[in-house]
């Protein structure tokens, strides 16, 4: 929500929040890329606390494997949990690059990569979450794939999408609202960030994603946008926060184009 000093010094949006993408990492069951990011997604929880900002930290289940595996992990997801962070699903589908090897597509259970259909992902990642809920997700293969979990759609990649007004839309089958992101990677242009974000109208949502990986590349970049945020008088909250607080204040309409995977992502 907005505060005197962001009133002072220019026009901002509602509200603003940042997605990690926890990526599958192109080996779906050694788990050796999870456990090389490991120590970069617990230094980016720690400095997103300094800065009293509350990730969206969207997970591939792979990623959900690497952490219950180890009890100490576990444990420290739930303290961010405990502290206000969301965690939610990024889901690679069969027509992403990095497939996770979980989709409802027929005729793929043959394939080596394959792990099983969306309901056996989604009972992992429910155990992941508990006792929380899954609500935010970032998904492709949105017409087989969309889990009914999911409430609240994250989605873009160009800075374009980082603006925008909750919608409500149908992905799959599924009645969700959406709200777009835009990537900030480890090259990072961070002053067309900071630049769209002052355009931003009252009524609008800014959303920005990143990965574990493009952080751990750059560290500072991520810094520089959390520093941002708070010299502005705002303040990073999580994607079902801020759908919330949205709808307190203003009405969510309907949307006939929804953002998706292969049309804003990958045909760009």
């Known amino acids: 929500m907005k505060s005197a000093k962001k009133h002072e010094s220019f026009s901002a949006p509602f509200s603003t929040f940042f997605v990690i993408h926890f990526e599958v990492g192109g080996d779906i069951k050694s788990l050796e890329y999870q456990n090389t990011f490991w120590p970069a997604a617990v230094d980016l929880i720690k400095l997103a606390d300094r800065y009293d900002a509350k990730l969206t ?18 444990n420290l997801l739930k303290k961010w949990q405990k502290q206000g962070h969301e965690v939610g699903l990024h889901h690679h589908g069969y027509d992403h690059g990095d497939w996770n090897g979980y989709t409802n ?6 394939d080596p990569k394959f792990r099983g259909n969306v309901a056996d992902m989604m009972k992992l990642m429910r155990q992941f979450v508990h006792p929380y809920q899954l609500l935010s997700g970032t998904i492709t293969d949105e017409k087989s794939d969309y889990p009914v979990d999911i409430k609240y759609d994250t989605e873009g990649i160009q800075i374009y999408h980082a603006r925008t007004k909750p919608k409500r839309v149908i992905l799959g089958s599924i009645r ?67 759908i919330t607080n949205y709808q307190k204040v203003y009405t969510i309409e309907h949307g006939d184009n929804p953002l998706t995977f292969l049309k804003d992502v990958v045909a760009l």
């Open 57 to 74: 930290l969207q997970f591939n289940p792979q990623w959900a494997e690497y952490i219950m595996k180890n009890k100490s992990n576990f």
């Open 105 to 110: 597509r027929t005729g793929k259970e043959g």
């Open 176 to 242: 969700v609202i959406q709200v777009g992101i835009a990537f900030l990677s480890f090259e990072g242009d961070i002053e067309g960030f900071k630049y769209e974000y002052i355009k931003s109208r009252k009524d609008e949502v800014f959303g920005v994603v990143t990965h574990e990986k493009d952080f751990a590349n750059n560290p500072e970049i991520i810094e520089k946008w959390f520093k941002f945020i708070k010299s502005s008088g705002d303040k990073i909250t999580t994607v079902s926060e801020i």
